[in-house]
């Protein structure tokens, strides 16, 4: 069983920033937080879960939603088995629970059902 432990969210203003970190644990037979795929998605109240961003496993390669291009950035540690999501420019409408997801398939997904362990979340707001 792999456990993911989100942090960093918290209240900020609209065009500001924060960093939110996703810790891993554990472990599922013959793979390692290195083999992962790893995301961020988020949910605001009485919507969907959204997909954020995702990170590859082993050539860093990366995937935005278009309203995370160029103001979010994805970044894992393999060492610290953290995935980080650093957002800048936050707007109030992106006020939402965030969530860490790993993924034991090989190829990146924007879907949620492509993930199989999720972490508790972490509340971001931004006031207008």
């Known amino acids: 069983q792999v456990q993911l432990v989100e942090s960093g969210g918290g209240l900020v203003q609209a065009g500001g920033s924060l960093r939110l970190s996703c810790a891993a644990s554990?472990?599922?037979?013959?793979?390692?937080?290195?083999?992962?795929?790893m995301a961020w998605f988020r949910q605001a109240p009485g919507k969907e879960r959204e997909f954020v961003a995702c990170?590859?496993?082993?050539?860093?390669?990366?995937n935005y939603a278009d309203s995370a291009k160029g103001r979010f950035t994805i970044s894992r540690d393999n060492v610290k088995n953290t995935v980080y999501l650093q957002m800048n420019s936050l707007k109030p409408e992106e006020t939402a629970v965030y969530y860490c997801?790993?993924?034991?398939?090989?190829?990146?997904?924007?879907?949620?059902?492509?993930?199989?362990?999720w972490g508790q979340g972490t509340q971001v707001t931004v006031s207008s």
């Open positions: 997801a790993a993924s034991l398939r090989w190829v990146i997904t924007t879907a949620p059902e492509g993930y199989d362990y």
């Open positions: 554990g472990r599922t037979p013959g793979r390692t937080f290195s083999n992962y795929v």
């Open positions: 990170i590859s496993w082993n050539t860093g390669s990366t």
